[in-house]
């Protein structure tokens, strides 16, 4: 949850702020930019969403690359010298 913590300022004209921390300010701009990339990619889900696709399996074939099983470790596969 987003925990922040506004002050609200009045001009003597009426006018109304809201004054945020740079902390805060950053905290509100990172959701907002979150929030509209979660459109934007919820969109294209859409859109794509009959789009014809293709396995890397068959890329990588395409590629004339073989697919090489993925190492049992969580390191890598270390290279062996000729």
Avoid: C, Q
Avoid at 40 to 59: H, Y
């Amino acid at each position: 949850m987003l925990n922040i913590k506004p002050e609200y300022w009045t001009k003597k004209t009426g006018e109304e702020f809201v004054v945020l921390t740079r902390e805060d300010f950053e905290k509100v701009e990172e959701m907002l930019e979150d929030a509209g990339l979660a459109r934007v990619l919820a969109r294209a889900r859409r859109d794509e969403a009959d789009a014809p696709t293709v396995s890397l399996a068959d890329v990588k074939r395409r590629l004339g690359r073989a697919a090489k099983p993925a190492p049992r470790s969580g390191r890598p596969a270390r290279r062996r010298e000729a």
